[in-house]
């Protein structure tokens, strides 16, 4: 376990060597998550732990991804996709760009959720999806567009309970237990890291 003393160690360091800025989340959970991983991999003690974190970049991206939640699916609130298409979307539709920006987007279900029904509203063209995220492992994920087909079916009963007008697999291509989606999506996508602790908005959006 480690003490508070030792978790403000880990914290001041990681913002001196990799820039990421932990000391606005909460301690409890910052400090839970911590606890887990320093167990979970075996360490002796805390110097020992504090020095592979400093050393291997690696590591600290393990560390990175253990600590963050990433969460996620697509459509996963259907009702909130639902309004987002019939009344959000009608009013964003006048404007002659949409900027939409998806802060701490993990493995980016929620972006194509969002780009499916900006085409569906005629809208995708002339817009662009930028898809942030302080996990760099989540981002490598959500710029691919290739999610387990197992999940298919959840999203595909999301998808049509959020007012979906095709058939879900019309976005996708399945191979070999995977789902791939398709080129024209990802490419009114910007994947990018971002800290939303310690770093500043980065342009002007319509939706947030």
Request: hydrophobic residues 40%; glycine residues 6%; contains cysteine.
């Amino acid at each position: 376990m480690i003490d508070d003393r030792e978790l403000d160690v880990l914290i001041n360091d990681v913002y001196e060597y990799y820039g990421y800025d932990f000391s606005g989340y909460s301690h409890a959970s910052f400090k839970r998550r911590v606890d887990r991983l320093f167990q979970m991999d075996g360490f002796v003690n805390f110097s020992q732990f504090l020095s592979k974190v400093r050393t291997e970049s690696e590591y600290f991206n393990r560390m990175v991804e253990e600590i963050t939640v990433n969460v996620t699916e697509m459509f996963r609130d259907p009702h909130f996709y639902s309004v987002l298409r019939n009344e959000v979307l009608p009013i964003l539709g006048t404007k002659p760009f949409i900027r939409i920006w998806h802060a701490g987007c993990s493995t980016g279900e929620e972006v194509f959720s969002m780009a499916i029904i900006l085409k569906e509203a005629g809208l995708l063209h002339k817009s662009l999806l930028y898809a942030t995220d302080l996990n760099p492992d989540v981002l490598n994920t959500a710029k691919k567009g290739v999610f387990p087909l197992r999940m298919m079916k959840q999203y595909s009963e999301n998808y049509m309970a959020s007012g979906g007008k095709k058939d879900f697999s019309h976005y996708y291509t399945a191979h070999y237990g995977l789902a791939k989606f398709g080129e024209d999506l990802i490419e009114k996508m910007v994947f990018s890291l971002h800290n939303l602790v310690s770093d500043r908005s980065f342009n002007e959006f319509d939706l947030i």
